[in-house]
């Protein structure tokens, strides 16, 4: 899936995915690809991005995130 994580100042990653760990307000949720819609929002904790390849880690304080078919959009502070 297409995943992109940006800040007011920047974009922090644009890039795929196999699974991406939200900190979400009710407790952690996992995405895969073509997730239900979804919008949260988002608390202190970290981004968690898990590909063949790699595990990326984003420590956020605050933000949301959009799930549409196979793109995840995340705003963050």
Not at 13 to 28: F, I
Request: glycine share 10%.
């Amino acid at each position: 899936m297409k995943i992109s994580i940006h800040s007011l100042e920047k974009t922090l990653y644009e890039g795929t995915g196999k699974v991406v760990s939200l900190p979400a307000g009710e407790g952690e949720i996992s995405i895969l690809d073509h997730h239900i819609p979804l919008i949260t929002i988002l608390k202190k904790g970290d981004i968690k991005i898990k590909d063949e390849a790699e595990n990326l880690n984003f420590p956020i304080e605050s933000g949301f995130a959009e799930v549409s078919g196979d793109k995840v959009t995340i705003l963050i502070k």
